[in-house]
């Protein structure tokens, strides 16, 4: 059982968690007696934090806003979450830069030493807007990077590509060594930019494939990017990677979250405003690409270029002779 200091804590962080919470399940939770909890949620209210009781048959208790409200308790995890959050806030939202930065600060103030290492240890750079999210990325390891990233400490790590794959199981792989820069966000997945100090070129790691090793490598003196800044060349990377000839643009009516569920990553979707996005993708050929933009059960605008215009009305006409009726394409 926890000691009295403890649980309150614990007891706080659960109030926190959620807006309401069964008298019985919070003793549940502490492993204590309903009782035991009445009396901390007592401590609590003379602490300042406003506790209120709720009625009914779960009857239970309820941590109220304020502005009087004492300092926000934040677990090890709950600090990783508020500084990942608040550093690609834009990413989602516009015009929240500066004040996602502020309250990053502001709550980076009242954090102890230990926490505030965590947070300095984890930056991100915002790279491309994308809501979807190709699967969650263990914290310790975006910390255990970042860590070294702002160490400027060379990275050891195992990495599940597909050409390391083929030589083997990781346990039989010399790790890869390279000198971390920069964590970025690119289409809802998580890279490294990095100098791979084996193959004496920039790479990009995708995060998910990584298993950092430790200790870390000695240090090192950061080199320059081959490029303007990072989003420059992060797009660059990934123009390299696209060998589609053909690349056009078109607005979607439907919003960017529901069209990234949809792209799972193929295409760069920007917001257009209320239920419209902007996508951009390739193909290997233009009429292909009409095709596409037309697959996903929502109304569209092809944007251009020419050339994917053209082929839309190419295939409008083709749909519309294939199911015998008149085409209503102007030409």
């Given at each position: 059982m926890l000691e009295t200091s403890a649980r309150l804590l614990a007891l706080l962080s659960l109030l926190q968690a959620r807006r309401d919470w069964p008298g019985q399940t919070l003793a549940d939770r502490l492993e204590v007696s309903p009782r035991t909890v009445r009396r901390?949620?007592?401590?609590?209210?003379?602490?300042?934090?406003?506790?209120?009781?709720?009625?009914?048959?779960?009857?239970?208790?309820?941590?109220?806003?304020?502005?009087?409200?004492?300092?926000?308790?934040?677990?090890?995890?709950?600090?990783?979450?508020?500084a990942v959050a608040l550093q690609t806030a834009t990413m989602s939202v516009q015009g929240v830069e500066e004040a996602a930065l502020r309250a990053l600060a502001t709550v980076r103030q009242v954090m102890p030493a230990r926490l505030r290492h965590r947070i300095d240890a984890l930056q991100v750079t915002r790279v491309a807007k994308s809501s979807w999210r190709e699967g969650d990325i263990d914290a310790e390891r975006l910390l255990a990077i970042g860590a070294a990233v702002r160490a400027r400490e060379v990275l050891r790590f195992d990495y599940e590509g597909r050409r390391e794959m083929r030589e083997g199981p990781a346990g039989q792989r010399p790790p890869r060594r390279a000198e971390p820069h920069h964590l970025v966000t690119w289409g809802g997945r998580w890279y490294l930019i990095g100098w791979d100090l084996d193959r004496a070129d920039w790479r990009m790691y995708r995060v998910d494939r990584m298993t950092p090793r430790t200790p870390n490598g000695p240090r090192f003196q950061p080199r320059p990017l081959p490029a303007a800044d990072?989003?420059?060349?992060?797009?660059?990377?990934?123009?390299?990677?696209?060998?589609?000839?053909?690349?056009?643009?078109?607005?979607?009516?439907?919003?960017?979250?529901?069209?990234?569920?949809?792209?799972?990553?193929?295409?760069?979707?920007?917001?257009a405003g209320p239920d419209r996005c902007r996508v951009t993708a390739g193909s290997w050929s233009w009429v292909g690409l009409a095709a596409w933009f037309g697959m996903f059960g929502a109304d569209f605008e092809l944007v251009g270029p020419p050339e994917l215009?053209?082929?839309?009305?190419?295939l409008a006409e083709r749909f519309a002779r294939g199911s015998g009726r008149t085409s209503t394409v102007p030409h």
């Open positions: 901390d949620v007592d401590r609590l209210r003379e602490l300042g934090y406003p506790v209120q009781a709720t009625r009914g048959p779960d009857g239970g208790y309820r941590l109220d806003a304020g502005s009087e409200l004492p300092p926000l308790l934040f677990d090890d995890d709950q600090a990783v979450a508020v990072v989003a420059d060349f992060v797009a660059e990377r990934f123009e390299r990677q696209d060998l589609s000839p053909c690349k056009g643009t078109a607005i979607l009516h439907v919003p960017a979250a529901a069209a990234n569920d949809w792209i799972r990553g193929q295409a760069l979707v920007e917001d215009v053209e082929a839309g009305a190419a």
